[in-house]
């Protein structure tokens, strides 16, 4: 993504950009599950979104189903877009949440047009069509193979002039007053020198951590799984157009469906139950028969102290990892080069611009960190020893203040810079069953009447644009079906 | 028969039932009946006389219901003047009686092969110049322009494409569309006489025993555990057996069947339909013909055919078959179509059906017994010793009953059902004169002669007329004012106009989600 990125941006006529990568080294992915700025940073790259789709034998994804997660047998959606439609400068649950207490009698997912779709298996691109009415668009993102996504990017990139290079690193060389990294020696006898290097080397952190030594921040009282074990199987039933995250004893597994299979994989934690122990729970939980053996991997949550330290940015895994409840990995990727390239430097590397980035990029990290610690905390399970850990935990004030503040008036205060924006926050808190005292008293503003048409009126376009909208099946199959596909 | 053409010569002074002759003054009324007849009656006469400065006892003599959960209403738009009149919040009534919006009736294959057709509870198009726009109409469809009547109905197109009428200002200022509804009868009557009981009506429930009648009046009724009841006044709301006023009557029943040919109603469930449509949906077979009505939890069907040519189980068989629907708890009622030549005799008035006996065609079960209450407060009688007002009362219900009578006649009249036994008859009998002469005079010059007592109002017979294929032979020549050229500007402005409007309305379904539910 990095390589993609900066021939496209930067180019390869002013920078020598080189990519070192070893096949040797196997890398993490199973399916992945995306969140809707990716399709930012694929137009940035001018990427064909049909043809991306196709390369990645991706589908669509509406936002994800969290199954038990605050008891069980409850479930309940976080999806993208918004609630309704925000009036007169307030929110529109707020005006939900007024016509709920008067007897109102429609869950506020009836008003999200994700939501809907989501339950009724459908999908359509929206914004390429006129729309004379103002039916909501449908917003989505991506479940794909993320290895497809590389070597598509891959392509991409050395097509621009990346130069690639096979190897590993055996050696790096620093310069003895700045300890700014000068190069790298390779297995294969390579050297490679640099200005500046992005570390992409995954865990290991073989520049940012074995090398200039920056620390790390260890999240695990707050999120305490550091084990995954993920396997793929043969696609069965529709062809959902959401990830799924069921909670289970000491964790929680995800699916993710593609158009050649279904991605699956148990997130657990290692106090309360092995590795063999996982796979085989992971194994009696799959929807179709497993197509290779189970990979494991084990992780520390938590970040980099610093992501960017000397002439070193550090992106990915390299600079911390939180586990994928959310969807975020690739997200705080992307993030992360657009910031480098927003603050890339001239010509020579300036302190105040990398506390800058190392500061926005805690925040990202941190306000992530927040939001799924939220999915843990207000639990109403107890069933296992996990989960009675996780609902008793000490969490950060900065997560403590916003439920405090959301249990008075359903708004999670979201700040503009913010990743997850009040819808989302809605939807978990509410889902996992944050009760709300009340609503903004702003929304009492408008009579009975207006009110019930407003909200009626929204319900009207929710249904209106759902009943234009073809089968995810359908739509992949006429859009965007990839070879593998076994969409029939 | 009454002479309904008759013009009224006595005027009504409208009163607020305040009494100015003290000698002999209405001091107790006594209603016997069950149902929503009893109890929207002892509402709204309770309702009537709280404002009163006389103090009138309304005592309820509930007799057993005849009601089952299959049993429902389908309304005119009309009928929420009685539930203002009664201090009804729409809403909340509707939830309580899982009642639903209907925006009109869609008639299929009644007239033959030809096309469904939407009788709308609004009017056609707009009055260029004060001239009706059915004129025009009749001129382009003439020229050969091929747009059916109802798309220039607001209220029609709205009803096809299940949206709820919101009105702003460029639609009022040429459609009327309301719409009416479909309620479930055991819950509407549950909700009015919890009402009614809120406000204070005596409520005697019980069975009849006897009743005693004097120099032609009731001078007391006893009821089957003992008690005697005095009134000064009674109300017959016990149904089709009028225990009441049978005992006032002699040769009282005009019997309509030579034109109403059906004399047996199945009524039935069927599940929600979803999305729920803007119409009822009143589909003619061989042997009758099927209504479909949707409820807020249910369907309600009702069959209605004659058992000279079929049998319950038939047309349910049938039915089921043509609709495709899964039908559940079908009983089956006799009726016999017809209405009490004097309603009111003596100090007694018989309301609802134990006044007239129609069938459930055309939305107006309630409707006469809405009509009869409505003549009741404007003539309630102030003198318990003599009743003038019930000459008034009995011509002007006879002239609201032939004319609803009428009307439901003319869909069977004109149907095109040729070679069918149930449907051959009413085609040929001869037709009640005013209703003969309105249809000879829409289709020679498309106007429609009505006097002072009707429901159906002009664009109501238009629909019915143009919907069975009653052809117009001659349009009003004040219509060659305007050129060809400018009326299919018009027209198109108007077709246009509609379809932007539509567009933005909300939906039936989200409505009904958002406000009833």
């Known amino acids: 993504m990095a390589a993609a990125a900066f021939s496209k941006t930067l180019g390869c006529q002013n920078y020598s950009i080189t990519l070192v990568e070893s096949e040797q080294i196997g890398t993490v992915g199973v399916g992945e599950a995306t969140i809707p700025p990716i399709s930012l940073f694929n137009n940035v790259l001018g990427l064909d979104e049909n043809e991306f789709i196709r390369e990645t034998n991706a589908t669509f994804k509406l936002g994800i189903e969290f199954v038990n997660w605050r008891k069980q047998g409850h479930s309940y959606f976080h999806p993208f877009g918004h609630y309704g439609v925000d009036m007169d400068g307030i929110g529109f649950m707020h005006y939900w949440m007024r016509w709920k207490q008067d007897g109102g009698a429609l869950d506020y997912t009836k008003f999200n047009l994700e939501t809907m779709a989501a339950q009724a298996g459908k999908f359509k691109r929206t914004s390429n069509e006129p729309n004379p009415l103002g039916l909501p668009n449908l917003n989505y993102a991506f479940h794909f193979d993320a290895s497809l996504y590389a070597s598509y990017l891959r392509r991409f990139s050395e097509a621009r002039g990346v130069k690639r290079i096979e190897g590993k690193i055996e050696q790096v060389i620093q310069d003895p007053d700045s300890g700014h990294i000068q190069a790298i020696k390779l297995d294969s006898d390579n050297n490679v020198q640099g200005d500046f290097f992005i570390d992409c080397s995954g865990f290991k952190g073989l520049l940012i951590e074995q090398t200039l030594q920056t620390g790390y921040s260890d999240w695990s009282h707050w999120l305490p799984v550091n084990s995954a074990v993920a396997v793929p199987c043969e696609s069965a039933g529709e062809l959902l157009p959401y990830t799924r995250s069921t909670a289970q004893e000491f964790g929680w597994q995800w699916r993710i469906p593609l158009q050649h299979r279904t991605g699956n994989g148990y997130v657990y934690c290692d106090k309360f139950i092995n590795q063999d122990q996982a796979e085989r729970a992971l194994l009696t939980r799959l929807d179709g028969k497993a197509l290779a053996q189970p990979r494991h991997l084990t992780f520390v949550t938590g970040m980099r102290n610093r992501c960017w330290n000397k002439n070193c940015v550090a992106i990915g895994l390299s600079s911390g990892f939180l586990e994928p409840l959310e969807s975020t990995s690739i997200h705080l990727i992307q993030i992360a080069i657009a910031k480098l390239l927003t603050m890339f430097p001239r010509d020579h590397f300036n302190e105040v611009l990398i506390n800058r980035f190392n500061q926005d990029m805690k925040a990202e990290y941190d306000n992530v960190k927040d939001f799924l610690i939220a999915h843990y905390k207000i639990t109403e399970r107890d069933d296992t020893e996990f989960w009675r850990y996780v609902k008793n935990m000490p969490i950060p004030d900065s997560l403590s203040d916003r439920l405090e503040i959301f249990k008075t008036r359903g708004e999670a205060m979201v700040k503009q810079t913010e990743l997850f924006k009040e819808p989302s926050w809605y939807a978990v808190l509410a889902g996992q069953g944050l009760t709300i005292e009340n609503y903004h008293p702003m929304a009492d503003a408008i009579s009975d009447d207006e009110l019930r048409l407003r909200l009626t009126k929204i319900r009207t376009n929710v249904q209106s644009r759902l009943n234009s909208m073809p089968s995810h099946a359908d739509f992949i199959r006429q859009q965007c079906k990839s070879e593998m596909s076994k969409i029939d | ?517």
């Open chain 2, 1 to 517: 028969m009454c002479q309904h053409t008759k013009p009224l010569l006595l005027t009504i002074v409208q009163r607020s039932c305040e009494v100015y002759f003290l000698n002999n003054p209405i001091k107790k009324v006594a209603i016997v009946g069950r149902d929503a007849d009893a109890w929207l009656t002892a509402l709204m006469l309770q309702q009537g006389f709280r404002s009163s400065s006389q103090m009138i006892d309304v005592e309820l003599i509930e007799l057993p219901s005849h009601l089952t959960p299959q049993d429902f209403f389908s309304v005119l738009p009309s009928h929420k003047i009685l539930h203002s009149a009664i201090g009804a919040r729409e809403n909340l009534l509707l939830r309580a009686a899982k009642g639903c919006y209907c925006f009109g009736q869609r008639f299929s294959n009644w007239s033959g092969g030809s096309a469904p057709f939407i009788h709308a509870y609004d009017r056609f198009g707009a009055d260029f110049e004060g001239i009706d726009f059915y004129q025009f109409w009749v001129k382009a469809s003439a020229s050969g322009m091929k747009v059916p009547l109802e798309e220039f109905s607001l209220g029609a197109v709205a009803a096809k494409q299940a949206k709820y009428v919101v009105f702003d200002e460029a639609t009022e200022t040429f459609s009327q569309a309301a719409h009416g509804y479909h309620l479930s009868a055991l819950d509407y009557t549950k909700a009015i006489a919890q009402a009614a009981l809120a406000i204070g009506v005596k409520h005697t429930p019980g069975e009849l025993a006897g009743v005693k009648v004097q120099n032609g009046n009731i001078s007391s009724i006893s009821l089957a555990d003992g008690t005697e009841i005095n009134a000064d006044f009674y109300i017959d709301a016990s149904g089709s057996e009028a225990l009441l006023i049978k005992n006032l009557e002699v040769d009282n029943i005009d019997g309509w069947s030579k034109w109403l040919p059906a004399n047996r109603i199945v009524i039935a469930s069927a599940p929600s339909l979803e999305p729920l449509p803007g119409f009822s949906q009143i589909s003619a077979f061989k042997e009758g013909w099927v209504g479909i009505y949707p409820l807020l939890d249910r369907t309600a069907i009702n069959i209605v055919y004659s058992s000279e040519y079929s049998t319950a189980k038939a047309v349910l068989e049938k039915v089921a078959a043509l609709t495709g629907l899964q039908i559940t708890n079908a009983t089956e009622i006799p009726f016999a179509p017809g209405a009490r030549k004097k309603q009111w005799i003596g100090n007694c008035v018989a309301v609802g059906s134990s006044a007239v006996s129609l069938e459930p065609l055309d939305a107006t079960q309630l409707h006469l017994l809405h009509v009869g209450l409505s003549l009741l407060r404007s003539l309630f009688p102030n003198d318990a010793a003599g009743m003038p007002e019930a000459d008034i009362y009995n011509q002007k219900m006879c002239g609201f009953v032939e004319n609803v009578r009428d009307y439901q006649i003319a869909h069977y009249h004109l149907n095109k059902r040729f070679g069918e036994p149930f449907w051959d008859a009413v085609r040929t009998v001869e037709l009640p004169a005013a209703l003969r002469e309105k249809i000879k005079l829409f289709e020679s010059r498309g106007i429609v002669a009505l006097d002072e007592d009707e429901t159906f109002k002009q664009e109501d017979w238009t629909s019915l007329f143009v919907g069975h294929n009653v052809h117009t032979q001659s349009f009003d020549p004040l219509v060659n004012k305007f050129s060809d050229e400018e009326l299919i500007i018009k027209f198109q402005q108007l077709l246009g106009h509609i379809k932007t409007e539509i567009e933005k309305m909300p939906s039936l379904q989200a409505q009904v989600e958002i406000t009833l539910l």
